[in-house]
């Protein structure tokens, strides 16, 4: 007879899966390598990328940069939230411009926004105005789109709960659509800080300023190969910390869920 | 047994005047040769205290009705009268419980009761107190924290339907309430609803389908025909009150059953017909 699994093995054995596919990844690169079946000038040893981590950490000033960058995405992020749900809102409320918008906010999640950054640079110049308005815009999308339906997948039942009891279209907002579609707003808030995050970071590689990502851009100048791979892992973790942390959030602020 | 009427008479048993009034109310959807007539020329009138059944095959505007009634259709003909008031919005005297499921995910099971009395501006006390009332009404007391996400379908519907008393509505209108819910919850969530309206005295109208849910329910039973929907016929239900589930097992309860079975078999007939011919028209030609 089958025997229920256990705790451990349905929480654990993936996380030791998971990890044991990086090491092994990382492995077999590092044997590619010392076999010299991959070229040490483009790729450096993983071994030497670890051991990089901790040089990157204390030299590099790693703590500061990240507050920059955590400073820059947080800023773009609540912007998007600030713009992206009344827009949201709106396409919801009226159809005709959610007909003549919605395909066009689709195309701007689409576009390959970061490459328009000179023309940024020349209205808000090198600065983290450029990385932030730019990650504005880059986060807005998803954020706008999931708000939309959100509202719009509203079941009719509730709102004909709120029609019997009168309530006022104020009150309907506020106390049916909104918090009806806020398990979707939170999706957008998650996909939207994910590419405010991917964008700061980018934009500040691509501009050589402030956080991480001019890190990464001084690091591969100094042609520090290690020190640039440590970085972009650095980033990496960063990212894979934040997105979990968000999903943590969503789970905890909508318990009904 | 029992007292079977002809739609087109008038009832003039001595008895209070109706709370409310449905009088020659007609819907039709769309225009030319699409339109759809989903009432015609529906009259009956429930009376203070009396739980009511409207019964028919899907298809029949049974939830036309319902909406109308309820104040969610206006453009209609006729008139549906709420102790006096001809209905063209949702009247304050008639409380709805919708067929689908309709609690607040993001409320618990106190603030979902309490959420009427909170738009009217109750102090806090008090609404809460109210709606401990209701929940222990429904049978639902110990379950006030608890979200909608961790109960059962029947206990749900049972939130919206204390949900829907809390606001003391003269008149209670259910759509196929436990229309998504099993046969034993459903027969139990009956005897709860039948006691609540014994207790409470509370005029009910009953949308169905469900002809034991119908009988075992409802003091009479308004039978309504297939597309367009017309009365067929009004049934008084002589079974005796207080009642229980136990009645399904009578040889009355029986005889209702095959009574209006019988009126309803010929268009449910109609009805399945006409959905295998538009399903038919609809196939693409091999």
Same mark, same amino acid.
């Given at each position: 007879m089958a025997r229920a699994a256990s705790p451990l093995m349905t929480r654990g054995l993936p996380i030791a899966v998971g990890a044991a596919s990086v090491i092994g990844v990382f492995g077999l690169l590092e044997a590619l390598l010392r076999l010299g079946v991959v070229n040490r000038y483009i790729v450096p040893l993983p071994s030497d990328v670890l051991l990089s981590l901790e040089r990157i950490i204390v030299e590099e000033n790693v703590l500061a940069r990240m507050r920059e960058t955590a400073y820059e995405v947080v800023m773009s992020g609540l912007f998007t939230i600030l713009v992206g749900v009344p827009i949201g809102a709106a396409l919801y409320r009226w159809r005709p411009l959610r007909r003549a918008l919605e395909d066009w906010v689709a195309a701007l999640a689409a576009a390959p926004l970061v490459l328009a950054f000179p023309l940024f640079l020349v209205m808000f110049g090198r600065s983290s105005t450029t990385v932030i308005v730019m990650s504005v815009i880059t986060g807005l999308a998803p954020m706008i789109l999931k708000t939309t339906e959100g509202f719009v997948a509203t079941r009719p039942v509730l709102i004909n709960v709120g029609k019997s009891l009168k309530m006022t279209d104020s009150q309907m907002f506020w106390k049916i659509l909104f918090p009806s579609a806020l398990p979707l707003i939170f999706t957008g808030i998650r996909l939207s800080w994910t590419f405010v995050l991917i964008s700061v970071v980018g934009i500040e590689f691509l501009i050589n300023l402030g956080g991480l990502g001019q890190l990464i851009n001084d690091l591969a100048e100094r042609y520090d190969l290690p020190g640039t791979y440590a970085a972009i892992c650095f980033v990496i973790l960063v990212s894979v910390v934040f997105f979990v942390a968000l999903e943590r959030l969503e789970t905890w602020l909508q318990p009904s869920r | 047994m029992s007292n079977v009427a002809n739609a087109s008479t008038v009832t003039t048993v001595a008895a209070p005047k109706p709370q409310l009034v449905i009088d020659k109310v007609f819907k039709r959807f769309g225009?030319?040769?699409?339109?759809?007539?989903?009432?015609?020329?529906v009259s009956f009138d429930v009376r203070p205290g009396e739980f009511v059944a409207v019964i028919g095959p899907s298809g029949c505007g049974k939830s036309t009705l319902f909406n109308i009634i309820g104040g969610l259709?206006?453009?209609?003909?006729?008139d549906v009268l709420c102790e006096g008031d001809r209905v063209a919005g949702p009247h304050p005297a008639i409380g709805m419980v919708f067929q689908?499921?309709?609690?607040?995910?993001?409320?618990?099971v106190l603030d979902n009761v309490a959420f009427p009395l909170e738009l009217r501006g109750v102090g806090k006390a008090e609404r809460l107190e109210r709606a401990h009332h209701f929940i222990d009404l429904v049978g639902l007391?110990? /379950?006030?924290?608890?979200?909608?996400?961790?109960?059962?379908g029947g206990m749900r519907q049972r939130v919206s339907i204390a949900r829907t008393l809390v606001s003391q509505p003269h008149i209670l209108l259910m759509d196929?309430? /436990?229309?998504?819910?099993d046969e034993q919850t459903r027969l139990l969530l009956g005897d709860k609803i039948t006691q609540i309206q014994q207790d409470l005295k509370q005029t009910t109208l009953l949308i169905t389908h469900n002809l034991t849910e119908a009988v075992q329910l409802s003091d009479r039973i308004v039978v309504m025909t297939y597309r367009p929907g017309r009365v067929k016929r009004t049934v008084s239900i002589d079974l005796p009150r207080p009642r229980t589930s136990d009645v399904v097992s009578s040889a009355a309860f029986g005889k209702y059953v095959a009574e209006i079975w019988a009126d309803l078999r010929e268009e449910a007939s109609r009805g399945m017909a006409d959905a295998e011919g538009r399903t038919r028209g609809a196939a693409p030609r091999g």
């Amino acid at each position: 007879m089958a025997r229920a699994a256990s705790p451990l093995m349905t929480r654990g054995l993936p996380i030791a899966v998971g990890a044991a596919s990086v090491i092994g990844v990382f492995g077999l690169l590092e044997a590619l390598l010392r076999l010299g079946v991959v070229n040490r000038y483009i790729v450096p040893l993983p071994s030497d990328v670890l051991l990089s981590l901790e040089r990157i950490i204390v030299e590099e000033n790693v703590l500061a940069r990240m507050r920059e960058t955590a400073y820059e995405v947080v800023m773009s992020g609540l912007f998007t939230i600030l713009v992206g749900v009344p827009i949201g809102a709106a396409l919801y409320r009226w159809r005709p411009l959610r007909r003549a918008l919605e395909d066009w906010v689709a195309a701007l999640a689409a576009a390959p926004l970061v490459l328009a950054f000179p023309l940024f640079l020349v209205m808000f110049g090198r600065s983290s105005t450029t990385v932030i308005v730019m990650s504005v815009i880059t986060g807005l999308a998803p954020m706008i789109l999931k708000t939309t339906e959100g509202f719009v997948a509203t079941r009719p039942v509730l709102i004909n709960v709120g029609k019997s009891l009168k309530m006022t279209d104020s009150q309907m907002f506020w106390k049916i659509l909104f918090p009806s579609a806020l398990p979707l707003i939170f999706t957008g808030i998650r996909l939207s800080w994910t590419f405010v995050l991917i964008s700061v970071v980018g934009i500040e590689f691509l501009i050589n300023l402030g956080g991480l990502g001019q890190l990464i851009n001084d690091l591969a100048e100094r042609y520090d190969l290690p020190g640039t791979y440590a970085a972009i892992c650095f980033v990496i973790l960063v990212s894979v910390v934040f997105f979990v942390a968000l999903e943590r959030l969503e789970t905890w602020l909508q318990p009904s869920r | 047994m029992s007292n079977v009427a002809n739609a087109s008479t008038v009832t003039t048993v001595a008895a209070p005047k109706p709370q409310l009034v449905i009088d020659k109310v007609f819907k039709r959807f769309g225009d030319g040769p699409g339109a759809v007539v989903a009432v015609d020329q529906v009259s009956f009138d429930v009376r203070p205290g009396e739980f009511v059944a409207v019964i028919g095959p899907s298809g029949c505007g049974k939830s036309t009705l319902f909406n109308i009634i309820g104040g969610l259709l206006d453009d209609y003909s006729g008139d549906v009268l709420c102790e006096g008031d001809r209905v063209a919005g949702p009247h304050p005297a008639i409380g709805m419980v919708f067929q689908e499921e309709s609690t607040f995910p993001w409320r618990n099971v106190l603030d979902n009761v309490a959420f009427p009395l909170e738009l009217r501006g109750v102090g806090k006390a008090e609404r809460l107190e109210r709606a401990h009332h209701f929940i222990d009404l429904v049978g639902l007391g110990g /379950f006030e924290k608890r979200m909608p996400s961790e109960l059962s379908g029947g206990m749900r519907q049972r939130v919206s339907i204390a949900r829907t008393l809390v606001s003391q509505p003269h008149i209670l209108l259910m759509d196929e309430p /436990f229309a998504a819910l099993d046969e034993q919850t459903r027969l139990l969530l009956g005897d709860k609803i039948t006691q609540i309206q014994q207790d409470l005295k509370q005029t009910t109208l009953l949308i169905t389908h469900n002809l034991t849910e119908a009988v075992q329910l409802s003091d009479r039973i308004v039978v309504m025909t297939y597309r367009p929907g017309r009365v067929k016929r009004t049934v008084s239900i002589d079974l005796p009150r207080p009642r229980t589930s136990d009645v399904v097992s009578s040889a009355a309860f029986g005889k209702y059953v095959a009574e209006i079975w019988a009126d309803l078999r010929e268009e449910a007939s109609r009805g399945m017909a006409d959905a295998e011919g538009r399903t038919r028209g609809a196939a693409p030609r091999g």
